[in-house]
């Protein structure tokens, strides 16, 4: 075991999810999705060495890291702590992000030398969709695979995001998205879609393509068409697509401008926009705040692609 340090912080970017696009089992495997990487609501997660184990974690959390104790014999003298960590149920990947980096923390803090699946499987992360393990690990664009039973998604693309892009981010701060049961219980219902050759088709043909040559025009359309298609398939949770009222009202009014690719991340309600430039970016945020303030629920934020995963620092 190499010499422990004093201290080693873990610091990972948010997410946003993009959709799945071969929910069904059709070619004998399931699911398949898309993400990004965002340079906001870091999670930041610190370990040292104490004379017993203290933690600000939530219970939750806590029965995954004392099994891991247990299994890796590890000596329960220690302090880890949550730092910083995005909102849960917001559709950032709180909960993937979180957990990888307590798994990594106590991995390199005690020379472990864990595979980022090792991990998610203890913590009991990427069941459905691999983009959370592989945004964490190289940050950027991921489209993964569809999944074989019992394995984690394996990355089909992965590719810097064009720097030079912004997302707009709106969240309704009065809603949460599906969790726990209540997403594991729909994801267990044969969900019916006709559509997946047409999403399928958008990602390999539309927006994988856009990314590898920069092309943003149609790069936000094949977006905003892939999420207009995958929203039918949560038509069971919310009437529209966008879970928030709200943001959907803005999102109506905003397609009428060129130029921008829009959508909902994971089961909302975090919101994106894509646009060109950071003028662009400042120039929609203007005719949001003039023509929506009155909803006083909502937030924005220009946020940046992280084109790089998560960070570790040794004190």
Request: proline share 3%; glycine share 6%.
């Amino acid at each position: 075991m190499k010499k422990i340090q004093k201290e080693l912080i873990v610091t990972t970017p948010s997410r946003i999810h993009l959709g799945f696009y071969g929910i069904n089992n059709n070619y004998g495997y399931t699911y398949g999705s898309l993400g990004l990487a965002v340079n906001y609501f870091h999670t930041c997660v610190s370990i040292s060495k104490s004379k017993r184990f203290n933690t600000n974690i939530s219970k939750k959390i806590i029965k995954p890291i004392l099994e891991f104790i247990k299994l890796k014999k590890i000596p329960n003298k220690f302090t880890i702590n949550i730092l910083e960590n995005a909102p849960e149920h917001v559709g950032l990947g709180s909960g993937s992000q979180t957990t990888l980096s307590i798994g990594k923390a106590l991995s390199n803090f005690f020379d472990l030398d864990m595979t980022l699946s090792d991990i998610a499987n203890i913590f009991k992360r990427g069941k459905r969709s691999g983009i959370g393990i592989a945004t964490f690990n190289k940050g950027g664009f991921v489209v993964d695979c569809c999944k074989k039973e019992g394995l984690h998604p394996e990355t089909l693309f992965h590719s810097k995001f064009p720097s030079d892009w912004r997302i707009i981010l709106l969240n309704d701060n009065n809603l949460r998205g599906s969790f726990g049961n209540k997403e594991s219980n729909f994801f267990k219902k044969k969900i019916s879609n006709s559509h997946n050759s047409d999403l399928s088709h958008i990602v390999i043909r539309g927006i994988i393509p856009s990314i590898i040559y920069k092309d943003f025009s149609n790069f936000s359309r094949n977006v905003t068409e892939f999420q207009k298609i995958t929203s039918k398939l949560y038509k069971e949770k919310q009437t529209d697509m966008f879970l928030s009222p709200q943001i959907s009202k803005i999102m109506k009014y905003i397609k009428r401008f060129d130029n921008i690719g829009i959508g909902q991340s994971s089961w909302g309600p975090i919101s994106y926009i894509f646009v060109e430039s950071p003028s662009h970016a400042k120039e929609m945020i203007r005719v949001i705040e003039n023509k929506f303030n009155v909803y006083n629920n909502l937030s924005y934020k220009i946020v940046r692609p992280s084109n790089t995963g998560h960070k570790i620092k040794y004190t």
